[in-house]
């Protein structure tokens, strides 16, 4: 079992910058897959971002591509999405998963665990 929790959603103007971190607990975090995935209101949940545990760098939804970065920390069991020039359709509930495939896949259905989710709301 792994216990996911997200942090560092909020406010911020159009063109700002956030980071989120995920702390994970439980199953051995440097063997899964990690992926953030965002949900806004009326919109089915969406692939944003994922890592593999051995990779330097991670594979990105289109729509985020140039201003999302993905990174781990496996010492620290956290992994990371820094989000620069937000957008406001950027606007959503962000998810942190993990899953036990080695896979770059942006289908949750994949995904075994997931947080409660972080509120990132981008003002106009």
């Known amino acids: 079992q792994v216990q996911l929790g997200e942090s560092g959603g909020g406010l911020v103007q159009t063109g700002g910058s956030l980071r989120l971190s995920c702390a994970a607990s439980g199953r051995t975090f440097s063997s899964l897959t990690m992926g953030w995935f965002r949900q806004a209101p009326g919109k089915e949940r969406e692939f944003v971002a994922s890592?593999?545990?051995?990779?330097?760098?991670?594979y990105y939804a289109d729509s985020v591509k140039g201003r999302f970065t993905i990174s781990r920390d496996n010492y620290k069991n956290t992994v990371y999405l820094q989000m620069n020039n937000l957008k406001p359709e950027d606007t959503a509930v962000y998810y942190c998963a993990a899953s036990r495939a080695y896979t770059y896949s942006p289908l949750p259905s994949l995904y075994d665990y997931w947080g409660q989710g972080t509120q990132v709301t981008v003002s106009s």
């Open positions: 890592i593999r545990w051995n990779d330097n760098s991670g």
